[in-house]
């Protein structure tokens, strides 16, 4: 009986790591189309970046209270229905884009951008979910590998984290050349379409997934969220692990407006050498998630700080790379460190974090993330304006690898969570909550 509740929960677990995938990758036909036909239309960089602000900034703002708004109910599908919606929303964006109006495409994109980030933070919290109750289901004895101080849900969490990380990767070097190509051979129309097929996969494949929520959760959304402030306020590790992850964000994201400038202008290597280094970074990102996924015996902590390091060390590269041939060497130090980065805060934040309060914490990392890119996007291109694609880079770079002074002590330091949820300082020897077996 075992042996078989186990498998149930194993298909469960590879179907949300397969719809994840088929959403990241039908997501960059969207993103794709809609800023290449934005451009077009407009031939403005401020339109562009108001359909950044649209469809990240705008949806961060409420993401919180929607997750807390969607664990309460008690209709089943409501996670497959968010990605009806979003499927909806860009049907109506791909018409839309044959009799252009761009305030109609923002509000759209702001309503498709809001479905779409509390879906991903769902997702992650179903798959972290999942993955505890295999562990509960019997395979434990597989987990028990690694440290004393990391229970096998810890470890369970950590590998379907990394199963969603490697599927990011893999869409961000595949996602973008294809989109391109299709945008180029069939217009925007034909992509946002793609887009939204992937959503209607995606909300098939989840039909019977419904968000569950402790039987002793406050009943509303509002007492839920100050639930939620309530827990970061209480465990000093992971506020400072978010703030220092939001400026570490800040960082990362502000090297794409300056890869333009320094790839045509700098190594005058044109659009392809553009897109080359792009997919070179894309392919560190899988050697980072896999490295992630086979490192069960390694610190969180250490990952975590690595992971940060090689992404400021890449960007240093970039600034000092005689030829795009070093630039493309930086590219895959920048992106493993990206790879092993990402994955190693999702589980660092789940394990500091009570499981009935993960759906409310990820859709906050999801407010944090598109807040950051937004500043980011804004800083990068603010830094090239005011000096030179080198200089920028270099600056964006220090600044990652001095945030890894903050994720280094944290690991150093240690919390050891307790059954409450909350968090104290280890009284015997050092045991961090940040790290895994």
């Given at each position: ?19 994840y ?11 794709i ?19 950044l602000?649209?469809?990240q ?8 209270a929607?997750?807390a708004r969607?664990?309460l109910?008690?209709r ?29 495409v923002l509000?759209?994109v ?29 395979d434990?004895?597989?987990l ?12 369970a969490?950590?590998?379907a984290?990394?199963s ?8 961000f070097?595949?996602?973008p ?8 051979a ?17 909300s098939?494949?989840l039909i019977?997934?419904?968000p ?34 939001a ?19 700098t190594l005058q ?5 553009y ?10 990102g899988i ?6 996924a ?16 090689a992404v400021g060390l ?13 630039a ?13 980065q990402?994955?190693?805060?999702i ?14 914490i ?15 996007l804004?800083?990068?291109a603010?830094?090239v304006a005011?000096?030179?694609?080198r200089g ?6 220090a600044?990652a690898?001095?945030?890894?002074i903050?994720?280094?002590?944290l690991?150093?330091r240690g ?22 077996s």
């Amino acid at each position: 009986m075992r042996a078989v509740r186990s498998a149930l929960q194993s298909t469960r677990l590879r179907r949300i790591v397969a719809a994840y995938t088929v959403n990241r990758l039908g997501t960059w036909f969207g993103v794709i189309a809609l800023s290449l036909v934005v451009f077009d239309h407009t031939h403005s960089a401020i339109a562009v970046a108001g359909l950044l602000f649209a469809g990240q900034v705008l949806p961060a703002l409420v993401v919180p209270a929607l997750v807390a708004r969607v664990e309460l109910s008690e209709r089943p599908g409501e996670l497959s229905a968010l990605y009806l919606v979003e499927a909806v929303v860009t049907t109506a964006l791909a018409v839309l884009l044959w009799h252009f109006w761009l305030p109609a495409v923002l509000l759209l994109v702001a309503l498709d951008g809001s479905a779409a980030l509390t879906a991903s933070a769902l997702l992650r919290t179903e798959a972290a979910r999942v993955a505890r109750e295999e562990v509960g289901a019997g395979d434990s004895m597989a987990l028990t590998s690694g440290s004393a101080t990391e229970s096998p849900a810890e470890v369970a969490e950590r590998k379907a984290n990394a199963s969603l990380n490697i599927a990011f990767s893999g869409t961000f070097v595949l996602g973008p050349a294809l989109a391109g190509e299709v945008v180029g051979a069939a217009g925007g129309s034909a992509a946002l379409f793609i887009d939204a097929a992937s959503f209607l996969i995606c909300s098939a494949m989840l039909i019977d997934v419904r968000p569950q929520i402790s039987e002793e959760a406050e009943a509303s959304v509002r007492a839920r969220l100050k639930e939620a402030w309530r827990h970061l306020g209480s465990v000093p590790a992971l506020a400072t692990l978010l703030a220092t992850e939001a400026v570490a964000l800040v960082f990362f994201e502000s090297g794409a407006p300056i890869q333009v400038a320094y790839t045509k202008a700098t190594l005058q290597v044109g659009d392809r050498g553009y897109g080359l280094l792009l997919t070179v970074w894309g392919v560190g990102g899988i050697i980072g998630s896999i490295i992630f996924a086979r490192g069960v015996r390694r610190s969180l902590g250490g990952m975590l700080t690595g992971g940060t390091f090689a992404v400021g060390l890449g960007y240093i590269g970039f600034a000092a790379a005689p030829s795009f041939g070093v630039a493309c060497g930086a590219a895959v130090i920048g992106g493993i460190g990206n790879g092993v980065q990402w994955a190693a805060l999702i589980s660092a934040v789940q394990q500091l974090t009570p499981p009935a309060l993960h759906g409310r914490i990820m859709g906050g990392v999801e407010s944090i993330g598109a807040f950051c890119l937004a500043l980011g996007l804004s800083l990068g291109a603010a830094l090239v304006a005011l000096s030179s694609p080198r200089g920028a880079f270099l600056a964006v770079g220090a600044g990652a690898v001095m945030t890894t002074i903050v994720f280094a002590r944290l690991s150093i330091r240690g919390f050891a969570p307790l059954p409450n949820g909350s968090v104290e300082p280890s009284a015997e020897a050092p045991v961090e909550s940040l790290e895994t077996s």
